[in-house]
């Protein structure tokens, strides 16, 4: 998106404080209440209370469904597969940029990784040949991105027909589907691990992993910067290039966690698989309070606003609801979101 926002000036003691120097103040904060300022931010707590209410529709239309254990499974499992894909575009959003290619990443890793060849080498080569094709995707984004002359718009919008592309030349438009028992068994109803879907599992890492980068490391800290100030992180001694290229990178291999999960959940590869991703991982993020011009956001609001789409779109399955109705009132938050997200902006000038 764009590289000029200035929400959120870096500190040129960024990555080396001067001597002498007094240290930054959120470091002086005791680590939990840091912690637990982080998870509950107002936003997020708004969220949950979003997600409440929705829980309290769905007793009162459905008490005997929505509320059941095996509902609840399917939430959070349908969930998961976005949600991982969400987290490598929340890191993008808030370095300043865009990725329009994630949906597309996801079908040709899921493809690649579905191909007989593949298949020859059990589920270690399917889910390294995933790993490999959305790292390298990703990779291509940020080249362009970050040395070549592309703006994200339009570097990732080629990857998107590129890779859909690509992933239909493969597939022939064929369903490749998956034999390997292993993977099969992974995605099978009575895969469980502590009771809990290994899908959900792996996102829940996913997720934790994401927390810790953001917010206690230097990778973290850089990607802020640049997001709210590229020139002034520049000035602070920030490789702004080489950080734009590995957030790309860190995009486009959180895709190809989601391409073998998403294999996992169908027992197949297709060239439409993660079709509308790009849409719903980029909402997720902005409804959990992503700034779009970059410099601001969160793990866990992005997780929540998985969930809120999520639940929203199990309310309307379950209510034999209109699919039409469904994406005017994802719209309808989408806006609410946005609105939000300016009137925030607003008081902090």
């Known amino acids: 998106m764009t590289h000029g926002a200035t929400s959120e000036p870096a500190s040129p003691s960024l990555d080396k404080p001067r001597p002498g120097a007094p240290p930054p103040g959120p470091a002086k904060r005791p680590a939990g209440r840091l912690l637990l300022g982080r998870l509950t931010d107002v936003h997020s707590v708004s969220l949950i209370g979003v997600l409440a209410v929705l829980a309290v529709i769905g007793a009162a239309t459905k008490p005997d469904q929505f509320l059941s254990t095996d509902n609840l499974q399917l939430i959070l499992t349908q969930a998961s597969v976005i949600g991982v894909v ?20 996801v079908a040709l890793a899921s493809v690649w990784c579905t191909t007989v060849a593949t298949q020859e080498f059990g589920m270690g080569g399917m889910i390294f040949t995933a790993l490999l094709v959305g790292l390298c995707c990703g990779l291509v984004n940020g080249v362009l991105i970050a040395y070549g002359p592309m703006v994200p718009f339009v570097a990732t919008l080629a990857m998107l027909a590129s890779a859909r592309g690509l992933a239909l030349h493969i597939t022939e438009g064929r369903t490749q589907v998956v034999s390997v028992e292993s993977v099969l068994d992974l995605g099978g109803r009575d895969a469980y691990v502590l009771g809990v879907p290994p899908l959900v599992i792996i996102f829940a890492v996913v997720t934790v992993i994401g927390w810790v980068l953001l917010n206690r ?22 490789a702004v290039k080489r950080q734009r290229l590995m957030l790309y990178a860190l995009s486009g291999l959180c895709c190809g966690i989601a391409a073998f999960m998403l294999v996992v959940l169908s027992g197949s590869g297709q060239n439409t698989n993660g079709n509308l991703y790009e849409l719903n991982a980029i909402a997720a993020a902005i409804i959990g309070g992503t700034l779009l011009s970059g410099g601001r956001g969160t793990i866990i609001g992005s997780v929540l606003g998985v969930l809120v789409f999520t639940t929203i779109t199990n309310l309307f399955t379950l209510n034999n609801l209109d699919s039409a109705g469904q994406q005017i009132a994802q719209g309808a938050i989408i806006v609410a979101a946005v609105l939000l997200q300016r009137r925030s902006a607003a008081q902090h000038t």
């Open 86 to 105: 969400t987290v490598g575009v929340t890191f993008v959003i808030i370095g300043g940029g865009i990725d329009l290619s994630v949906g597309a990443i």
């Open 217 to 238: 490391t230097t990778f973290g800290r850089r990607t802020v910067a640049i997001g709210g100030n590229p020139e002034a992180a520049r000035l602070a001694g920030i």
